[in-house]
């Protein structure tokens, strides 16, 4: 195949796949479109069956890793744990909404850097919503959160994101030393988040007794009150030594897969002793349709990368850590990730940034984390949630989710970069 259709075919076989994530055509998984692409650009020469060995075996580990933390995931709801956190968030917010959108974005930060935030946004989504609904508030900021900080606050381990993981690999950067380079701008970018959402929000988050249009009889005393829910010990032990086999196997060389897989292993054989989940749950919990279509995704990636993107985007992409030269790789990288989604985004540039050191492959991660929240098409994770949110009958409204994606990606990626000049600066690599 002449190198020009070999181009032409795979740009546009990456929107084919991309469309179909996005539209989902009558609901079919995303990787009804993505395998057949992957087979074609093998099939037809557009990349050749070494470069997509390669991809494959590239993601392998990342694939298995994410397989191994949706189980842990869910089986963690299983447990209890998220029937929980819904308790904690109308106990801490005394029926107050300011409060409680406070208390989500701690919860959320969290649930996001520990358990990734596929965790935020499939099982604390559906938990934000019924809160809500018991205390009587708006729904728009709390549930809004949810998405924005399965993006922002997916910064902080190289655990949090699918992206983080291939950055992780491409850095050589140990798991501690990651979190520590990461950790300021992770901290910055979700304060700088929660001051926006205050500000933009501001008549949402009137107190419920100062809301007239709030629910008749949502009593903002009684709304506070929450059923006693025991914490689910176990799970939460499980996910502490699960973090720690993380910092172990990084330190001995080895995939932080193997922690999550022994993580998972755990919790299902006591909910399957218990009987609180079946093996064929435990598959479906692993998603793999999903696995499928990343793993395809990257192949199609990496035919558009051969065939001339990587050089088009070589000339843009800066070669030194100099504070503006993070954030030019950030916006970049931002803008990247709101065209053709921050997967594809990540593995186009990383290659790229690599060559200049660790200081650019984080800054690609501030802006393929933080960017997606300006776009629905900008993260899967961002697709994800419209999906849950539809199914819970709420309305998400295109212009209101740009306006506020207008005024909070700027004002978190900005001093999110600075804060990553600052830590290099301190911390080396």
């Known amino acids: 195949m002449s190198s020009t259709l070999a181009t032409a075919l795979s ?179 979700i304060a700088a988040e929660y001051l926006v959402f205050r500000r933009f929000f501001a008549d949402d988050l009137k107190d419920l007794n100062e809301d007239p249009s709030r629910p008749a009889g949502a009593d903002a005393a009684g709304g506070s009150e929450a059923d006693p829910v025991d914490m689910p010990v176990f799970a939460l032990a499980t996910v502490a030594c699960t973090l720690a086999g993380f910092v172990v196997t990084s330190a001995l060389g080895v995939e932080p897969a193997w922690a999550a897989f022994a993580g998972a292993l755990v919790l299902a054989v006591r909910a399957l002793a218990r009987g609180l989940t079946t093996p064929l749950a435990v598959v479906r919990a692993t998603s793999l349709p999903f696995l499928a279509f990343v793993l395809a995704l990257g192949i199609v990636v990496r035919a558009v990368v051969d065939n001339g993107l990587s050089d088009a985007l070589g000339h843009l992409v800066p070669d030194s850590a100099s504070l503006l030269a993070l954030l030019g790789i950030a916006v970049l990288a931002a803008a990247l990730a709101n065209l053709i989604n921050n997967l594809p985004a990540v593995l186009v540039l990383l290659p790229l940034a690599a060559m200049a050191g660790p200081g650019p492959i984080l800054a690609v991660l501030l802006g393929v984390n933080i960017g997606p929240n300006l776009t629905y098409a900008g993260s899967l994770a961002t697709l994800l949630w419209r999906r849950i949110v539809h199914q819970h009958d709420h309305s998400v409204d295109l212009g209101e989710f740009t306006r506020l994606g207008l005024l909070t990606v700027p004002a978190t990626l900005i001093p999110a970069v600075a804060a990553l000049w600052l830590s290099l600066r301190v911390f080396g690599t």
């Open 11 to 189: 740009a546009v076989l990456l929107v084919a796949v991309l469309a179909g994530a996005v539209i989902r055509p009558f609901g079919l998984p995303e990787a009804t479109v993505a395998v057949p692409a992957a087979a074609l650009v093998m099939a037809t020469g557009a990349i050749s069956l070494d470069h997509a060995r390669a991809e494959a075996e590239l993601l392998g580990p990342v694939v298995g890793f994410l397989a191994a933390v949706l189980v842990l995931a869910k089986l963690c709801d299983d447990e209890g744990l998220f029937r929980a956190c819904g308790a904690w968030l109308a106990r801490t917010s005394k029926g107050r909404p300011q409060r409680l959108l406070a208390a989500n974005f701690l919860l959320a930060s969290v649930i996001t850097a520990v358990l990734s935030l596929d965790a935020t946004v499939v099982l604390l989504t559906p938990v934000v919503f019924a809160t809500v609904a018991r205390l009587g508030a708006r729904p728009g900021p709390h549930v809004y959160a949810c998405a924005h900080l399965s993006n922002t606050a997916s910064l902080l381990l190289p655990v949090s994101n699918l992206t983080n993981l291939l950055a992780f690999t491409a850095s050589g950067l140990s798991f501690t030393r990651f979190a520590l380079l990461m950790g300021p701008a992770w901290a910055v970018a």
